[in-house]
């Protein structure tokens, strides 16, 4: 799904299970994210939805690229929060991406550090880690077709 196909009715690709207008879309519109947390589920969106002006604005000055391209054979379908939290005006969030790159499927884990300024949580940087999902053969299927991964990717 881009940007522009995400109409009324459509989930966010950040898995709330929300319509996009009103969960992540809000956010890609101009409305502040409240907490580090809803800005690492817009900012995941945004990745899906390749919208790079919404990336880069809420992307720290100090650790922003000058641009910022995408794969064109990059799919995301996954987003699972582990563990959140802030503290004043810094806060982390802990979580595995899900991805398709090349036919590939794999598993993106960070721990993200943000930080507030003038009253917007702005991302920082984070600790990364890729790596090969294990999926079972009567697991779900990580394209989230809600079928079995051996009867549809697997």
């Known amino acids: 799904m881009s940007l522009n196909e ?12 929300k319509d996009y207008r009103v969960c992540c879309g809000l956010y890609h519109e101009g409305e502040v994210a409240p907490t580090p947390t809803a800005l690492m589920r817009s900012r995941y969106s ?7 002006d919404y990336l880069l604005a809420t992307w720290h000055k100090d650790y922003r690229p000058q641009t910022l391209e995408f794969a064109a054979d990059t799919r995301w379908t996954g987003l699972d929060i582990l563990e959140e939290g802030s503290d004043g005006d810094t806060g982390t969030v802990h979580f595995i991406a899900t ?7 794999l598993l993106l884990e960070e721990k993200s550090r943000f930080e507030r300024l003038g009253g917007r949580w702005y991302y920082l940087a984070g600790e990364t880690d890729f790596r090969s999902p294990d999926v079972g053969r009567n697991d779900p299927c990580l394209c989230g077709s809600g079928k079995k991964w051996k009867k549809c990717c697997g």
């Open 99 to 105: 991805f398709n790159e090349d036919g590939e499927w």
């Open 46 to 52: 945004a990745f899906a939805l390749e919208n790079a």
């Open 6 to 17: 995400a109409q009324p009715g459509t989930l966010c690709p950040c898995n709330s299970g």
